[in-house]
């Protein structure tokens, strides 16, 4: 683990293509993992971009789960509601908690992501939700 502080600059970290991933659908989505396990064992900082209709699927973590709108237009939902988010918006999901996000339609969206790298994700595929 590091000992002191260090910048990382989102233009140096490559953005991985994670649109074969189970867990999304609908159009491409990347990750740039920015700060993970390697660093700290408290915390996945991590930038996910969605691009128009991508989405993931239903889905739980073991960790609470923080999402920053950074770009675009994308929602926010559990099994009760959909919320829509826009640059500058925070989610907060409990631990456990069913949701989904993602790109509404017709647009990109980008948000952070932070869990515990511990965090574990539990999918629900459409037949099982």
């Known amino acids: 683990m590091r000992t002191s502080m260090e910048v990382i600059r989102q233009q140096d970290v490559n953005p991985e293509d994670a649109s074969e991933a189970p ?23 991590s930038i996910v971009s969605f691009y128009d209709g991508a989405k993931n699927h239903f889905h739980t973590h073991t960790s609470d789960q923080i ?14 509601k959909e ?10 999901i409990p631990a456990g908690e069913k949701h989904w996000h993602g790109a509404a339609d017709g647009h990109d969206f980008a948000h952070v992501s932070l869990t515990r790298p511990d965090s574990e994700t539990e999918m629900f595929l459409p037949e099982d939700e």
């Open 67 to 80: 999402l920053f709108a950074t770009e675009g237009v994308g929602i926010v939902a559990t099994e009760q």
């Open 23 to 45: 867990l999304f659908y609908g159009g491409k989505v990347t990750r740039q993992p920015l700060i993970g396990s390697s660093k700290t064992d408290q915390y996945n900082f």
């Open 83 to 92: 919320i829509e988010m826009k640059s500058g918006d925070a989610a907060f």
